[in-house]
């Protein structure tokens, strides 16, 4: 391996334990806890779209649709109108 393998090596190991030193510590002072769009509060559910169609909220659903499915707008559409899930 030449000097600058070497030296690459070292400074990636180096990098990536600093990067999980820093983790650590981030989890040690409750960082989890102080970023909760970290943390989902809950999972939507075919179920909440079925109920924003109940409400007459069709673009609410298509966007949850599309959401939960990660599919594109057209099938999303196609599939909240069709009530087809």
């Known amino acids: 391996m ?3 393998g070497i030296y690459l090596a070292s400074f990636a ?15 040690a002072q409750g960082g989890r806890e102080k ?11 075919m179920d909440d779209v079925r109920h924003l169609l109940a409400q ?11 959401e939960i499915n990660h599919v594109s707008l057209k099938q999303a559409k ?3 109108e069709a009530e087809s899930f």
């Open 2 to 4: 030449s000097t600058f």
């Open 13 to 27: 190991a180096a990098l990536l334990a600093g990067a999980f030193f820093f983790y650590l510590r981030w989890v």
């Open 35 to 45: 970023c909760p769009s970290l943390i989902p509060d809950r999972v939507d559910t």
């Open 56 to 66: 007459g909220d069709k673009i609410g659903a298509i966007k949850m649709y599309r």
């Open 78 to 80: 196609d599939a909240v």
